[in-house]
């Protein structure tokens, strides 16, 4: 199999839609299978041979990301056209989309697309100027537009397909997640990260991960500790990211006082100084409302941290079968409940991390790349039907 991936977004630019691209690449890669992506070039990448790297422009909205230049990648058609692609998988719809369908119709090759942001549910925060009741109409208008053009859609959890289905959309959606690269994580050292940062271990720790920014709701888990301090005076909520709401959050945890009780630690790259970070915590916290699939949810059960968590959105797919984590409401009163639960219980942290260790197997970034090789032949399989149809017609 040889596949061209599109996207706005890779790294050195952190997010979940990276983490998902790398995962899948590097599975299919072990598995025998070629991919060549096509991504923004952000000017500070290490070269890759198999990423195609396209002159961009930042975003005023959002300087973390870049817009690809389109008329450069039409002007690589013909160096890809030698590449003998089999299919074309966009990731992201913006540039990318629309890049990827005239290759697609250039090559005369299937298309498939990726949706792994609930796009309406966060986009006015980067245009806060437009109602957001107009830009939650436009996301859903931009949405059914592009899926009526591809083959067919992946979508990472079923709350992700009923939102499309929610939207009208009729094309055939196939749930994909994104696995775990469970054999890559190695344990985590909390002592070393206590040192490190001048913890006292004694503190009982609350770590979150992921990239911050409004959508994430990381402004509810300050809410949390500053009501939790109230029966845990030295509590600690460790936040590990990096992102435009980050000057917003420290002003809102000067307004609650709750200085002594969060660090804020930026971004950390995956490893050991990653892992380290979710060991360091008594239990995982996280309330995204947005999240399409909650990744992070999955790598901190398998270092063996027990999890809190609201289950919206995607994060219900990971959270619906009971294991290695305690579901709150999207209440402060309840989540602070169920934190004082593990907390206050030696036996139930040990389940709960015990139990998330096994169930992370189940999500391994092996068997969703099988899965996916198996979706792209089915693809293939269906075009070549359909080619010969038409001319025997």
Known sequence: MNVCMITDVYFPRVNGVSTSIMTFRRSLKELG???????P??????????????????????????LMKIRRIRDLTACLRRRNFDIIHIQTPFVAHVAGMR???ALDLPVVETYHTHFEEYLYHYMPLLPKRFMRLLARMLTRHQA???????????????????????????????????????????????????????RPVLVTVGRVA????????????????TRLPDVLLII???????????????????????????????????????????????????????????????????????????????????????????????FVEKIMQILSSKSLRERLAAEGREYVNSWSAEYMAKRLIDFYSRIIQERGTQACRRQSA
């Not at 079923?158 to 959606?173: C, D, F, H, N, Q």
């Open 240 to 334: 590990a990211g990096e992102g435009p709401a980050q000057a917003r959050l420290e002003k809102r945890i000067t307004e609650l006082e709750i200085e002594y009780n969060v660090m804020m630690i930026g971004y950390l790259e995956r490893g050991q100084d990653l892992w380290n970070c979710y060991a360091a915590g008594d239990l995982f916290v996280f309330a995204s409302k947005t999240e399409t699939q909650g990744l992070v949810l999955l790598e901190a059960m398998a270092l063996g941290v027990p999890v809190v968590s609201t289950a919206e959105l995607g994060t219900r797919d990971i959270l619906c079968a009971g294991k290695g984590a305690l579901v709150s409401k999207p209440d402060i009163n309840d």
């Open 148 to 202: 009526g053009q591809v083959d067919e859609l992946i979508v990472p959890s079923l709350a992700m397909k009923e939102v499309l289905r929610s939207y009208g959309i009729r094309t055939p959606a196939t749930i994909l997640p994104t696995g775990i690269e469970v054999n890559g994580f190695g344990e985590g050292d909390r002592k070393a990260f206590s040192r490190r940062y001048g913890i006292d271990p004694r």
């Open 103 to 105: 290759l697609a119709r």
């Open 41 to 66: 070039d952000y000017g500070d990448e290490s070269h890759d041979a198999e990423v195609v790297r396209i002159a961009s422009r930042h975003l005023f909205m959002d300087p973390e990301d870049r």
């Open 33 to 39: 299978h070629t991919s060549t992506l096509v991504a």
């Open 214 to 229: 409004l959508e994430k709701n990381i402004g509810f888990l300050l809410d949390v500790v500053a009501e939790l301090r």
